[in-house]
């Protein structure tokens, strides 16, 4: 079956970057927009960036525009989150999702395809 592995998080203090990747396997990763979504404790999942198939179209939430960059690289079957300048408000869970339909985003993320389990980015102050 399809599989989305994140990786990359940890516990760093404010200011500091951090960069995310997600691995997928088993599907055709260059038919497939990929996103990234974050859930806080306590809090719903949020949006927090997305790229088109090709990468020409990037998008981001508010709060991230600026300090986070979403890459892709298609030969490695890999979508990235640069995180910079990382704040305790960062702090939640990072998830990807893929969806061959649509450029997942926040009215979307409850219908993308497939998700990946997750990895904990913690910022401290």
């Known amino acids: 079956q399809v599989q989305l592995v994140e990786s990359g998080g940890g516990l760093v203090q404010g200011g500091d970057s951090l960069r995310l990747s997600c691995l997928a396997s088993r599907l055709t990763f260059s038919s497939y927009a990929m996103g990234w979504f974050r859930q806080a404790p306590g809090k719903e999942r949020e949006f927090v960036a997305a790229?088109?198939?090709?990468?020409?179209?990037?998008e981001y939430s508010a709060s991230v525009m600026g300090r986070f960059t979403i890459s892709r690289d298609n030969a490695k079957n890999s979508v990235f989150l640069q995180m910079n300048n990382l704040k305790p408000a960062d702090t939640a869970v990072y998830y990807c999702?893929?969806?061959?339909?649509?450029?997942?985003?926040?009215?979307?993320?409850?219908?993308?395809?497939?998700w990946g389990q997750g990895t904990l980015v913690t910022v401290s102050s």
């Open positions: 999702a893929a969806d061959s339909r649509a450029l997942p985003n926040k009215s979307n993320s409850k219908a993308l395809e497939f």
């Open positions: 790229i088109s198939t090709s990468g020409r179209t990037r």
